[in-house]
């Protein structure tokens, strides 16, 4: 690529530059195609199987404006290795960071009752979500090479949630599902009551 040579002694502010010649990053590819929708009405859990395989290295699933219908709600996700249940073995972070709307508190700490070792359950993406008519939770979770059968399966997310006592709280987590079975099925699940209405989607990315 040519770069044209820029003199400051002699620059006219009031002029046009320009660089010349060809700009180009050879073997630089990224597409993502978003290869399902999951509409929320009163679903206690929402699992999504069809389509993850090895077609796509990594999978993002976004969630838009997830409202459940109890107060003080956590939302998980768990992963299926083959089987008929989801229970991969995980290990996992967890850290949040918060700001109450009345601007009395701030935090920002690693929250260990929200992480996992070695362990089948769900693990913790979203917690504390309010159910007053505005609040809600949006973000999105990457799940790395699933169909892998050599490597543990890393995944990573961050969500942005309204919770039950008017606080900002931004929540990341991460981890690796410990088995060296493929992932072919993702779940989302409540601790109590349901997905009252969102949306999640799941897009392919290479």
């Keep these: 690529m040519a770069l044209s040579k820029i ?3 002699s620059m006219d502010l009031t002029a046009n530059y320009a660089f010349t010649g060809t700009n180009s990053v050879a073997g630089l590819e990224y597409a993502e195609k978003k290869l399902a929708t999951v509409t ?9 199987t069809s389509g993850i395989d090895s077609t796509y290295n990594i999978y993002k699933f976004r969630f838009i404006n997830i409202h459940p219908s109890n107060n003080t709600t956590t939302f998980s996700v768990n992963f299926r290795d083959g089987g008929s249940n989801y229970d991969a073995t995980k290990t ?14 701030t935090s920002l700490a690693y929250a260990t009752g929200a992480d996992l070792a070695q362990s089948t359950g769900a693990q913790k993406i979203a917690t504390s979500v309010g159910n007053d008519n505005d609040e809600n939770f949006s973000g999105e979770l990457y799940l790395f090479n699933p169909s892998s059968t050599t490597f543990v399966k890393h995944f990573m997310g961050v969500n942005q949630i309204s919770n039950h006592s008017d606080t ?28 009252e209405t969102g949306t999640i989607e799941m897009y392919g990315i290479n």
């Design 7 to 9: 003199q400051p002694a």
């Design 92 to 105: 996992t972070s967890f850290f949040a960071a918060n700001h109450s709307e009345d601007d009395s508190s």
């Design 40 to 48: 929320a009405s009163g679903d206690s859990n929402i699992s999504i």
């Design 168 to 195: 900002s709280a931004q929540e990341f987590y991460s981890g690796y599902c410990n088995v060296t079975a493929a992932i072919d099925g993702v779940q989302f699940s409540t601790s109590a009551g349901t997905f």
